[in-house]
């Protein structure tokens, strides 16, 4: 496509914001995961922050601290076997303040702004799934957000 009034719109590579290569190499996620895309208003002027990625392994670690934001953020994760799309295919230890879940099925988890959420992780991989987390910010990557510093 080239030319056409609104293919600027169109998102189909992999374009890393700005801290966002940093944030991944501190915390190994090419290790256990694979982005797929990412948006944000650095990368198309106007829209707000939605993050896409497979992961495929299970880690120790976590993969991302307990934090809040000034903004809600919807996280989901989507199995990928067609014949039963609501099964995971993995584990997934997710907090919301001082509950701990654990995810088995595909769902979207709501996070409204001030509720502190995380730490995420990956327990359990038998097929990849893929993530998402969509917010409702214009640029993710800010050390206050990241880091659990409010």
């Known amino acids: 496509m080239s030319g056409r009034k609104y293919e600027k719109y169109i998102l189909s590579d992999l374009v890393l914001p700005t801290g966002a290569r940093e944030l991944d190499e501190e915390h190994h996620y090419n290790d256990r995961a694979t982005r797929i895309l990412w948006l944000e208003d650095e990368i198309i ?78 327990t359990r991989v038998e097929r990849p799934f893929l993530f998402l987390a969509i917010s409702l910010t214009g640029k993710y990557v800010k050390d206050n957000i990241i880091r659990g510093i409010k």
């Open 45 to 122: 002027k106007g829209a707000f922050s939605v993050i896409c990625s497979w992961y495929w392994k299970a880690t120790e670690e976590e993969g991302s601290p307990s934090h809040t934001h000034d903004f809600d953020e919807i996280v989901g994760f989507l199995g990928s076997d067609p014949q039963n799309p609501h099964d995971l295919g993995g584990e997934v230890e997710f907090w919301l303040e001082d509950e701990k879940y654990l995810l088995t099925r595909s769902c979207l988890i709501y996070a409204p702004a001030g509720l502190r959420h995380c730490p995420l992780r990956v």
